[in-house]
């Protein structure tokens, strides 16, 4: 087992030989901790590792903690592995190095580390800055710093580089491919030394894509107001996240803190090239790998540990790789697969109802299986009434077929009368146009308009007759969509005689526009002719002055109305619940299905009838059905 010392900064004030007793106190108890038979075992490797702005701020404390996990896993000695924080690149004025040159100096003087690992570019400066003084003879690797910012003059043949390269431009692009309505790019960053460089580094590569976007940059402001401007960013605005190691107002952010409150109140998303920040606040893009970066660094460590030259282990800068994309932040800003580039992969996706509640779907499944017996008789039960159904609706189509004949049946007299009137009005021309043919000098004229007055007639005869033949015609129930003014219209055309013959005014007031409803016209008018025919025998034998029946069609919201009131008596308060119920009658040889059949009728076309009295007087039925979508 590999044993581990941690030494932190340490204020400049403190004695150097306060420090150096307690290093060597440290490597003491860890010598001593070992079994007894560590003889045979390989002596420990003492790394030093050199932290730019600590063991907590991301994106490098990720580096870090990836890295050492690779040693752990690649290295076959035990490791000693000692991490420092440098820090003074946290700060816009750092104060001297001198003191902790001095420091490091007193830990390790006599006892040099076997190798020297420095995590991005702060670190690897210092080291290189002050190696003469610290480690002149020890290999070193610089890991994770951009290739921008490494000292290539003060390299030496006893150093590796494993660098990074930030490709904005190609950044930008997949940004605004992913996003193609950007119109704003509001770039996030501090105003420390390094993080000035990268701002100037990201406005020239951000040139080319000025025609296209408007880009906002937020250095020159405290943290603070940042947060304050986040929640009313104007539409078609992203966030563009650099790094924020100290703001305009002097304050240093530890860790991701900056950029979770960021995303807390942010109204637009907000992307990032860091993989640390992926996975909670960022949307995602091309990115660096922190694993194949960690996984460079320590082969480069390891081969340098077993003997090999460090200037002979080269490689060439990490790229971005391939982009990854957040389902969830995806999701909440709306952002389409379609628009993702080639060879994106999209994580954290929500787990599917299987994925989520398998065992619950399984227990399911099974009382199902359990229940299918049951289900199917309650299935075939079903059947067996569904076919009473049927035969209950043939019956009553047979009745309502026969109510029809007896609706007809005392309409006779009106339906003779509609015949009879055209009929003697042909025969009355036809002898007027022989006598005039017999004249010696016949006015044809006169004879053509005889003749005209015999095709009307006859055109009159044979729509009653049509009118006649669809109302007793046994047709199954057939819906289509109808204009109600018209059906009703042609209804009221079979009673106006007998309405007339019993002295009593019958008047239709249709709606304005047309009403089109989904229904049997057949079966509606059957409903009307009962109404209407009602109203006249409720009308027949009273006294009053005023005989009416009145009609009328109209729209009422998302219904068609048909409102049959007449000027009688009304309906009694004992008989108006009633009057719908099968075999009840006022008439002294009605059936008592009339009304029935009507309100079967009515609900079979989906709509509602009921039955009132007037304020005034008389009885109003009303027939809502709905209007054809």
């Known amino acids: 087992m590999s044993g581990r010392i941690a030494v932190a900064a340490v204020k400049p004030g403190w004695p150097m030989m306060v420090a150096r007793l307690w290093f060597c106190l440290c490597v003491g108890i860890v010598v001593a901790a070992g079994p007894a038979s560590a003889a045979d075992r390989a002596e420990p490797k003492r790394i030093v590792l050199l932290h730019s702005f600590g063991r907590d701020f991301r994106p490098w404390s990720e580096y870090a903690r990836s890295i050492k996990a690779e040693l752990e896993r690649q290295s076959s000695y035990p490791l000693d592995i ?17 003191p902790f040159v001095d420091y490091l100096r007193s830990l390790y003087v006599g006892c040099p580390p076997d190798l020297v690992m420095s995590i991005g570019a702060p670190a690897a400066r210092f080291l290189q800055k002050y190696r003469a003084e610290l480690f002149p003879d020890t290999p070193m690797v610089l890991a994770a710093v951009e290739q921008r910012l490494v000292n290539r003059a003060g390299l030496t043949g006893n150093d590796t580089v494993v660098s990074v390269y930030n490709d904005f431009a190609a950044f930008f692009a997949t940004m605004l491919k992913v996003m193609p309505d950007t119109r704003t790019i509001a770039v996030v960053t501090g105003t420390s030394p390094l993080e000035k460089f990268w701002r100037d580094e990201i406005k020239r590569e951000a040139r080319p894509f000025e025609d296209r976007v408007a880009f906002v940059w937020l250095a020159d402001l405290p943290f603070a107001e940042i947060l304050a401007r986040a929640p009313s960013l104007p539409p078609h605005t992203v966030l563009f996240w650099q790094l924020m190691s ?6 240093s952010h530890e860790g991701d803190n900056a950029v979770r409150q960021l995303h807390a109140v942010a109204n ?3 992307f990032s090239y860091q993989e640390a920040f992926f996975g909670r606040d960022t949307v995602g893009g091309p990115m660096h790998s922190i694993a194949d970066v960690s996984s460079r660094t320590a082969n480069a460590a390891v081969r340098i540990l077993d003997g090999e030259k460090p200037a002979n282990i080269r490689f060439e800068p990490v790229q971005f790789a391939p982009p990854r994309y957040d389902w969830r932040e995806m999701q909440r800003w709306g952002i389409s697969e379609q628009n993702l580039p080639e060879g994106s992969q999209i994580l954290f996706r929500e787990p599917t109802l299987w994925e989520a509640y398998r065992w619950q779907i399984v227990l ?4 199902i299986l359990m229940q299918a017996g049951l289900i199917s008789g309650m299935l075939h039960q079903h059947r067996r009434r569904r076919l009473a159904e049927v035969e209950s609706r043939q019956r009553l189509a047979e009745l309502a077929h026969v109510n029809r004949y007896a609706a007809v049946g005392e309409l006779t007299t009106s339906i003779a009368h509609e015949l009879n009137q055209p009929l003697g009005s042909i025969l009355t021309n036809a002898e007027t146009a022989e006598l005039m043919l017999k004249s010696a000098s016949p006015d044809l004229d006169e004879i053509r308009e005889i003749l005209a007055d015999i095709r009307r007639d006859d055109q009159r005869a044979s729509e009653v007759i049509r009118r006649l033949r669809s109302i007793l015609r046994k047709t199954p129930f057939e819906t289509a969509e109808i204009d109600l003014n018209e059906t009703v219209g042609e209804a009221i055309g079979f009673l106006t005689a007998v309405a007339d013959r019993r002295k009593i005014a019958l008047r239709f007031a249709a709606a304005g526009n047309a009403l089109y409803v ?19 025998d409720a009308l027949a034998e009273t006294e009053t002055r005023a005989r009416e029946v009145g009609v009328t069609t109209v729209r009422s919201g998302a219904f068609a109305e048909i409102r049959i009131e007449d000027s009688g008596p009304g309906i009694t308060s004992n008989d108006l619940r009633d009057v719908f119920n099968p075999f009840f009658t006022t008439k002294p040889l009605g059936m008592g299905m009339g009304l029935t059949i009507c309100r079967t009728i009515v609900e079979a076309h989906r709509g509602q009838i009921l039955a009132e009295n007037k304020p005034t007087g008389g009885a109003l039925f009303t027939i809502r059905l709905p209007i054809a979508q």
């Not at 000692?82 to 001198?98: D, I, K, M, W, Y």
């Not at 100290?246 to 304050?251: H, K």
């Open 82 to 98: 000692q991490e420092h924080t440098l820090l003074s690149a946290r700060f816009n004025n750092p104060g001297p190095e001198t």
């Open 246 to 251: 100290v703001d305009a107002a002097g304050v």
């Open 268 to 270: 637009v998303p907000i």
């Open 364 to 367: 399911i499944a099974a009382v």
């Open 518 to 536: 989904k229904g049997d016209t057949v079966q509606l008018q059957q409903v009307i002719l009962n109404l209407i025919i009602n109203a006249i």
